[in-house]
């Protein structure tokens, strides 16, 4: 069945899925499309995606594409950079054999990607998987050995107003099932009360749950203008070639911010200032921890973070996968037994109670006296 919808277009994915409404059709151009992206795009019920580039180069297993599949939502694959040239916010549609139409016009043509599809080039993915981990680690072990100062003290770390000591800190980063994983560590939140660091998008998910970050960490590429306003301090991040990407955003909206200049990812100067400043546990969620996770954000390798985690590790406690561990359903015979169980010692007690016993015996007079 055709699909007819309104456009919205952007290179950058997490810039678009702000302006994506229920029922757009998201224009992306986004090799490898990551499971981040795609989460965000289906939590935005877009009716469809249209991708110029491949969602699946076959470099590594993406879970993208799979993740829109699962959904329901309709993926043209590799249409073209010049699709990009369409106007946002125009009406087109696209045809089930990938032919996308504005004003009855053709203007491009793509592969609509079917499970099978999916299926097959993931495979030939896996198959390719050992290429591209004898690769990223020798990128994690090279830049290893430049940046191994990065754990050896000879970073300057900014005084905040958060006052870390002997206190439980959660890291809340924009990764894989985010979302799914602070749910299921909730009442681990709402008990202990650990102080909020939201790294860059990860802290909109925290206002999202109704909490106000203690603190925001990063270049503020993907957190909203809402969740700076409310938060109690920000920190940007400054790389040491002397580029602080997100202080210009800040410094627009008025607010005041403390400078990291530091090597390495938002997530890992997070950890790395929970740590030095004397934090007591250090809880993540949606961090990046494996090859996966950064051939998605585009990284080559992971040398920073593999360092600032031979730091932290006695006291990080990593949350990943933890709405998986209970997503268990209750089996109904389990139900069942013990409402069995409840109800025999009830009927017990009921029957051998002697006011019991004398209404029925009433009740069965007044059966003899009814029936003869």
């Known amino acids: 069945m055709a699909i007819t919808g309104t456009t919205k277009i952007d290179r950058r994915t997490k810039n678009l899925v702000k302006r994506l409404q229920p029922g757009d059709i998201a224009i992306i151009c986004h090799e490898d499309l990551d499971q981040v992206a795609a989460a965000d795009l289906v939590a935005k019920k877009v ?6 580039r491949p969602s699946i180069t076959g470099r590594y297993p993406n879970l993208g594409p799979q993740t829109l599949l699962s959904a329901g939502i309709t993926l043209v694959d590799d249409v073209g950079e010049d699709i990009m040239n369409l106007p ?79 206190k439980p800190v959660l890291v809340v980063a924009r990764g894989n099932n985010f979302r799914e994983d602070l749910a299921a560590i909730r009442a681990y939140v709402d008990d202990v009360k650990p102080l909020l660091v939201g790294v860059d998008g990860g802290a909109d998910l925290l206002v999202e749950f109704g909490y106000r970050p203690d603190m925001v960490i990063g270049d503020m590429d993907s957190v909203s203008d809402k969740t700076l306003q409310c938060c109690r301090e920000i920190v940007v991040h400054a790389y040491p070639d002397g580029r602080v990407p997100g202080l210009q955003r800040v410094q627009q909206l008025g607010l005041p911010a403390k400078i990291f200049t530091c090597p390495g990812t938002s997530e890992d100067i997070a950890l790395l200032m929970a740590y030095e400043k004397g934090a007591d546990l250090i809880v993540t969620v949606g961090s990046h921890s494996n090859m996966i996770d950064f051939l998605e954000k585009g990284r080559k390798g992971m040398a920073s973070t593999f360092l600032v985690r031979l730091k932290v590790g006695s006291i990080l406690v990593d949350a990943k996968g933890a709405s998986k561990l209970y997503n268990h359903k209750i089996n109904p015979n389990y139900i069942l037994g013990l409402f069995i169980a409840a109800l025999i010692p009830m009927i017990a007690v009921v029957i051998t109670s002697p006011p019991v016993q004398y209404i029925l015996k009433l009740f069965e007079l007044k059966l003899k006296i009814l029936f003869g």
């Open 88 to 166: 946002e916010n125009c009406t087109i549609t696209i045809d089930t054999d990938g032919c996308i139409y504005r004003d009855h016009i053709l203007i491009a043509k793509g592969t609509i990607m079917s499970r099978e599809d999916m299926e097959q080039k993931m495979q030939a993915a896996r198959e390719n998987i050992g290429q591209a981990l004898d690769e990223f680690i020798d990128n994690t072990l090279n830049y290893a050995k430049r940046e191994k100062y990065f754990i050896t003290g000879q970073i300057d770390i900014p005084e905040t107003d958060t006052d870390f000591k002997d």
């Open 47 to 52: 009716a469809a995606v249209i991708n110029a």
